[in-house]
């Protein structure tokens, strides 16, 4: 294990699951061991945990894969099984697997018996620098993303790398996104760097130090304010929008990647702070292209402008019909709580 100078929460770079694993619970000292999987983390990645003390087959849980199946009929599954299992308060419940079982397996985690200990080691790109860490947890509800949920910190994050060569390009895609909104609430020099790269092409080494620098950007923001009162809101960049396509993507029952959604929602998000903010146009053209080349169109029209805003307004970030955004005055520097209305909205995604 090697720990990162994370500050928010204990998130170490993982080179053996199993021996770490195993150092963490004797640590922890839980009374039983319980693991979380999605079906496709239990195909790919479960093998890799054999020799990990304490998981029975009994105490194992397996829950349907998607972001889709973040709801509360999976979340009942795993109470039910840590209840029918005898899961006491010092049970410790290891969610492996992307943002899906990460943000469900903590919120099982937060809420069973008031709350157990939980260790999350993130299978994808997106759940290692982002879903894995701050202490967000929660399932979707009512067809609205993230709707009920909890502020949990996992007792450790242990990213092991080498699972980043199980995903496809789309997935690694999906997590660069959330990468791209740390560059651009850090450094214009963070922000070059990644540009420059297609991420599915570049060996998981190099992806693997840019894994840990993208933690410590979101760590400096969750550590300011872990409970996103105020300057946590930089993260939600891109997302007010993105989150707004993302569900309406679930609806029209075609559902995107997160990052997909994310880095659809970056680029208006962008040209609100061009417009308002005065973000410098050079370096936000540069991002908006480097998006659109490397995730397409979200093939979304004008007709459906009314539904993404409803959307919007029912963002549970929002205050009323005011739909608030982080936008950048520059590179590094976000704002946050920026109104925008619904014609500069539609502007910025459509115009
Ligand atoms: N994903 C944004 C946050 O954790 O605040």
Redesign the pocket.
Known sequence: MQPLPSKSAPVSICADPVADLNELIEKISPDKVFLLTDEHTQRLCRPLLEGVKGITKEQSITIAAGDHHKDTEALASVWQLLSDQGASRHSLLINLGGGMPCDLGGFAAATYKRGIPFINLPTTLLAMV?ASV?G?TGINFNGFKNEIGAFRIADMVLIHTPFLKTLDRENLLSGYAEMIKHALIDRPQTLEKLLGIDPAAISVNLLADLVADSVMV?DRY?EADPL?QGI?KA??LGHTIGHAFESLAMKKGRPVLHGYAVAWGIIPEIRLAVSKMKLPKLLADKTSKYISDLYEDHGFSITDFDELFSLMQHDKKNRGDRINFTLLTQVGEPAIDINCTKDEIKAAIFG
Do not use: A
Request: net charge positive; glycine share 12%.
């Open positions: 982002d701050g967000k979101k969750v996103e946590r993260l939600n």
